[in-house]
Structure formats: structure tokens, C-alpha cells
């Protein structure tokens, strides 16, 4: 694959660069260990040298007229679209995600490239009208400056895609650190850029170590903006780096979402939504369901059937078509699932299938199914990560709502009944940024991606998604 050569080197300035210690890291394929490729491992004073090109080029990217800029993003998307097998494979090869969720992901990413080259055209101002027939009040919507964006490697392309998207959409320039397990598809993506002629500096695509890379982000003067997708953890680190220079930030951390299955369900349906909510991605994403919190009344049918369809799934390499769920990441994330469900073990959950994946040893586990999970169990609380069902009954929907509350994560919850009033009620009242009602495929460029509570802040994609990297300028006119 041509991908191998070209990934082995950073864009900074409009040029494709080497670390200059020479130094690199390995990117494996997490399903067969195979070493796919190295990436640099820049320095510091690379990546200063990778801010200040974003910054020199900052003025002309920003005096560009936005119908310029919406052609060049609209470029980069097209080239997507026509080089959209070479990018699934790809990230099939380094995230591990089956061949058909690797489709999926570039199709959502071109959607978000194409959106934000057509939002370019419509960052509008106001006037506003004063108290004094003399004066004018007039509101700029003005580019932030340099943003940046720190990406995790469940979606190596479409977190980039929606963050670049934005960025270059209001007139920033821009510099992106995806992950190291995840760093391919990214500078593939830099490509494209160079192709569509995006002017030198204007795009960054800067690889190495994490918290050096993040400190030199977050020191600058010249950054104005960090978009970061990642844990909570980290986030709040950000927060705490960000105050020097007080920075504007984007965050989009970890969820702990419900699936509230209540009385009048269409049963037919929240399994579906059951299937795809949970364990695409083999259960990696941010807004995969952790709790499923169903009607007491046919919680036996539920896990029946969610059983039934979860043996159904074929874990296995995600190149092979048949693959439903393929590896998870690395040891790590495997160690935290088999962690967790071992934990639920002995605090007195019940496996009703995939009990052998309390002793995986490889990174391919079995879908699992759980039942009697109570909000003291670690797994309750935690961001799971894996292809593992939780369920908990609840007698009423006051009950449901309180338990399904009871996290201090907000990014996604999924309510499902055939009673629209009623669901828009529970929606109205759980405390998280997105619910999907009676649907789980709830991402898309239109609709503005974002959490509440210890899941961030800021929002993505959408009309909204432009104003987090604007700043607004009154002008007061007498
Ligand atoms: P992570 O460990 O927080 O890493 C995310 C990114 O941050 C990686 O590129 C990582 O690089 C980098 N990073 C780590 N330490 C850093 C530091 N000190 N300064 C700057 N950057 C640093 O998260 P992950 O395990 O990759 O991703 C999974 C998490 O992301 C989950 O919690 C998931 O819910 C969340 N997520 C949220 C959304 C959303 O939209 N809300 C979407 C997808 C994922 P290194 O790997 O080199 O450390």
C-alpha cells in the first residue's frame, strides 16, 4: 500500500518533514500485531516551528474571501469521496474497526468536510439596533486565530474532519496531533490538503509524545484555540494548562450513556438501536450505550432477545467482511474490559452470554450481556469501552430518568418508547448534551455533536460548530 512511505512524515509549512532526531514510533495493526509504519517523533522546537507557520499564515487565510476557502475545503472532500476505499482500508489497518464501519466513518467525514465548505460562506455578523438614534451597534463574527486539535484513535479521520472543517471554515488556521495508535489516515488526510492547495502553514499534521506536544499547544501565545476529543482526564488537564493564556477550549470527553427502554417500546426497534449503539466499534466509541436501563415488565424479553442478536455477531479481524466486532485497540483497553466485568462478577452481576470474556487474552472479546448492574458497581460508573450490555429494571419513568442521571458524565442517552409525548418528556429531563429518541445513530454534520457535565463543552458540526472558532467584535458606531 503507497500509504506506507508517504505516512512516515509530518506536514509543517506546506513541506512533509522527517523528526529531526530521526526518531520515530511504530504503528501496529491491533488485530494482527503487524507493523504497518512509523511517524515521527518531532521535537519541541519542531512543533513551535509548526505553530509559527500557522500563525504566519493565519492573515491571508483569514483575508481570503470565504467563498475561496469553501472551494478549497469542498476540494478536500471530493478527494476523500474518490480516494474513500484507500482511507477505510486504512483505518481498517490501524484502528482495528470492521471494513464497513470504516466506509461509514470516511462517508461521515467527507459530510462534514462538505458541510463546513458550505457554513464558510455564512459566518454572519448582526446589527443591532441601539437606544440612540445616533449610533449603530454592530457585531463581527472574526476568526480566533491558530487552533489546534489533540484526536483519538476510535475515529482517526472523522474527529479530524469535523475539527479541520470548522477551523478552516471561520477563517483559522490550523495544526492537528492525532493519536499515535491512530496517525495515518490523519496525514493521508494532509495530502489532500496539499493537493486542494491549501497555502503552506495554513494546515499542520504533527506527530510525537502526547503531553510534550500538548504543553507546547497549550504554552503558546500564538494558539488561541484547543479542540481536544479525548478522555475526561485528560480534558481536565487542559483546562488546568489552558489558564496561562487563557484559551479558548473545545471539549469532547467520555460518556456513560443510558438506553431507557420504557414500558410502551417497540420492542423491534430499541434492539436494533440496542445493536448498533453498543457494539459498533466493538463498543469504542464515546456515546456507546453503558447502561441499559430497562422496564421491569419485559426486562426478561429484552435481554432475550439482545442476547440472541449479540451471540449472532462475529468478532474477528475487521478486514474480513463478515467481521461485526473487530479487536479492541490494544492490551490496555482489553485489560480494562476484563477488569471491569470481573469486577461485576464479584460484585453479584450474572453473565448471560460472554462470560469467557472475563479471561480474554487477546484484544478479540466476545460480545457479553450482563444483568442485575446497580449504581455501585464500578461498571456502572465507568466508561466501559468495550462489546459489553449492562443491564438494570426500573419500575417507573421517574425512577429511569434519576438512574439514568446518576453519573456525572452528560454526552449522549437514548430513550426509547412508542409514545412521543412521553419520550420528549424523559429526553427534556436527562442531563446530557445529545438523546437519541427511539434512534442511535445519532452523529451527523448537521446536528451539533457536544456533552454537558464532566462529557465537555463546546459543540461540533452543525451551524454551531463554526462558532467555536470565532470570536465576536462589537463595534460601537456613533
Ligand atoms: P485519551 O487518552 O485522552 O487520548 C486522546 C488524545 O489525547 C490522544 O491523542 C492522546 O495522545 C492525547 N493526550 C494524552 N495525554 C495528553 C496530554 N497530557 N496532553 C495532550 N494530549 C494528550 O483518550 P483515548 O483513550 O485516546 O480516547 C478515548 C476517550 O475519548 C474516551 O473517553 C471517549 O469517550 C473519548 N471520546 C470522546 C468523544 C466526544 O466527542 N465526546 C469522541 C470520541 C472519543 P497519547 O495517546 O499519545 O497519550
Known amino acids: 500500500m503507497k500509504v506506507e512511505k ?41 512543533v513551535e516551528e509548526a505553530i509559527s507557520s500557522a500563525n504566519a499564515a493565519f492573515p491571508a487565510w483569514r483575508d481570503l474571501p470565504a467563498r475561496e476557502r469553501a472551494r478549497m475545503l469542498r476540494a478536500i472532500g471530493d478527494s476523500l469521496q474518490r480516494r474513500s476505499e484507500e482511507f477505510a482500508q486504512l483505518i481498517t489497518r490501524e484502528q482495528g474497526k470492521p471494513l464497513a464501519e470504516s466506509r461509514g466513518e470516511v462517508a461521515y467525514s467527507v459530510n462534514y468536510l462538505h458541510w463546513f465548505a458550505e457554513e464558510a460562506m455564512r459566518v454572519c455578523g448582526d446589527i443591532i439596533p441601539s437606544d440612540s438614534p445616533q449610533k449603530r451597534i454592530l457585531v463581527l463574527k472574526q476568526p480566533i486565530g491558530v487552533a489546534a486539535a489533540i484526536t483519538p484513535w476510535n475515529f482517526p479521520i472523522a474527529m479530524l474532519a469535523r475539527k479541520m472543517g470548522a477551523a478552516l471554515a471561520a477563517g483559522c488556521t490550523f495544526i492537528a496531533k492525532p493519536a499515535p495508535e491512530t496517525p495515518l489516515s490523519a496525514l493521508l488526510l494532509g495530502e489532500l490538503c496539499q493537493e486542494a492547495k491549501i497555502p503552506s502553514g495554513a494546515v499542520n499534521i504533527i506527530t ?72 459498533r466499534n466493538a463498543g469504542q466509541t464515546c456515546i456507546c450505550v453503558n447502561r441499559f436501563l430497562v422496564h421491569e415488565s419485559f426486562a426478561q424479553e429484552f435481554s432475550e432477545r439482545l442476547v440472541e442478536r449479540a451471540k449472532g455477531l462475529v468478532v474477528g479481524n475487521g478486514l474480513e467482511e463478515k467481521t461485526a466486532i473487530g479487536p479492541l485497540i490494544n492490551d490496555q483497553a482489553r485489560d480494562k474490559v476484563v477488569g471491569l466485568l470481573n469486577s461485576a462478577a464479584s460484585d453479584g452481576a450474572t453473565f448471560l452470554c460472554g462470560e469467557g470474556a472475563r479471561q480474554a487474552t487477546s484484544r478479540f472479546v466476545e460480545p457479553c450481556v450482563i444483568t442485575g448492574v446497580k449504581p455501585s458497581m464500578r461498571i456502572w460508573n465507568e466508561e466501559i469501552f468495550g462489546p459489553v450490555s449492562t443491564i438494570t429494571t426500573f419500575s417507573s419513568d421517574a425512577e429511569a430518568i434519576s438512574l439514568a442521571n446518576n453519573t456525572p458524565y452528560g454526552l449522549a442517552a437514548y430513550v426509547y418508547s412508542s409514545n412521543l409525548n412521553r419520550a420528549l418528556r424523559t429526553a427534556e429531563l436527562l442531563d446530557f448534551g445529545m438523546v437519541g429518541i427511539n434512534d442511535t445513530a445519532i452523529s451527523n454534520a448537521q446536528a451539533p455533536f457536544g456533552g454537558v457535565k464532566q462529557s465537555g463543552f463546546g459543540r461540533e458540526g452543525s451551524k454551531y460548530g463554526v462558532d467555536d472558532y470565532t470570536v465576536l467584535k462589537y463595534l460601537s458606531v456613533a
Open 208 to 279: 510525537g509524545d502526547a503531553a510534550m506536544i500538548g504543553a507546547a499547544l497549550m504554552a503558546s501565545p500564538f494558539v488561541k484555540k484547543v479542540s481536544f476529543t479525548g478522555s475526561t482526564e485528560v480534558g481536565k488537564l487542559l483546562i488546568q494548562q489552558s489558564a496561562d493564556t487563557v484559551k479558548k477550549l473545545t471539549l469532547e470527553l467520555g460518556g456513560n450513556a443510558p438506553f431507557i427502554v420504557l414500558d410502551d417500546a417497540d420492542l423491534d426497534r430499541a434492539i436494533d438501536g440496542a445493536i448498533f449503539g453498543k457494539y
Open 6 to 46: 508517504l505516512h512516515m512524515r509530518c506536514l509543517i509549512n506546506g513541506e512533509w518533514r522527517d523528526a529531526r532526531s530521526g526518531s520515530t514510533f511504530d504503528v501496529r495493526n491491533p488485530a494482527t500485531n503487524e507493523l504497518i509504519a512509523t511517524a515521527p517523533l518531532l521535537d519541541r522546537e519542531q
